[in-house]
């Protein structure tokens, strides 16, 4: 999706607003949507750091680049992660909203495994972008002055603002800053102005611009507003039943409540399915 795409302005204007968003530092980031390690660079200053994605093998190549010493490697649903509460202090999550269907069940998730007074960098494709507000006044169909989510093809979703912060006030946090990224993602100016200078134009934009919400893509800081600040012993937790630790033996990982077990893939924990033999 990256490489060789033409898309290495979006990358730059991306690390951009999460460098302005993110802490500087912490104890235990959580990247969902991780694919690849694409932005796992960003992330210098946590101790540890957990590159969540449902696909094996795109952890497994992140596995290869960025070795073990701080990161861990998780395949799983985000309806259910495996994590423990309150397992780290904070969770990213860039390029994923739009493919969620209950934003609602994926935001508690996140909420639950975040602890309190931690930060929730979100990342989700605008409705109400530039572009669509010109195609409405030409007579297309789809309002992006309208609240509700527009599936604009299947499992892909525009997000208003506005229903996004509802959102996430509802799930237990609090919005406080935002950025407004990809305003420049215009075909000709990609041709005629070099990536890189294309994104320090962007970011000068941001800040400006993020009132407004009228990018393709809006970025929005959020702090958990929940009482326990402390974060969990251990990182891990049964999907099923919410036990943690797990114990790990070889190649798998089980729950001494329920009994569930699931594979470690090449040092990816795979929680996608649970192993023959649970119970």
Known sequence: FWEGQGRD?????????LRKLLPDAGSRLLDIGAGFGRLADLYDGYGHVILLDYSVSQLQYARQHLGDSRFTYVAADLYQLPLANNAVDTTVMVRVLHHITDVARALFQIQRATRGSGTFVLEFANKRHALNIARRILGSDVDPFDHQPYAFAELHYDYHPAWVR??????????????????????????LIPARLLARMDAALQAL???????????????VAKSCASLAQH?????????????????????????AHWAIDQGVYVFKRELEGSS
């Open 209 to 223: 611009t993020a009132p407004l919400a009228i990018a393709p893509s809006q970025f929005v800081r959020s702090r």
């Open 9 to 17: 302005y979006e990358d730059l204007a991306e690390r951009h607003a």
């Open 166 to 191: 509802e959102q996430l006030q509802e799930a237990g946090f609090q919005p406080q800053r935002e950025r407004a990224v990809s305003s420049l993602r215009i075909p000709a100016l990609k041709r």
């Open 235 to 259: 990182i891990l937790a049964c999907p099923r039943c919410g036990q943690s630790p797990l114990d790990e033996s070889g190649s798998q990982v089980s729950c001494p409540a329920c009994h």
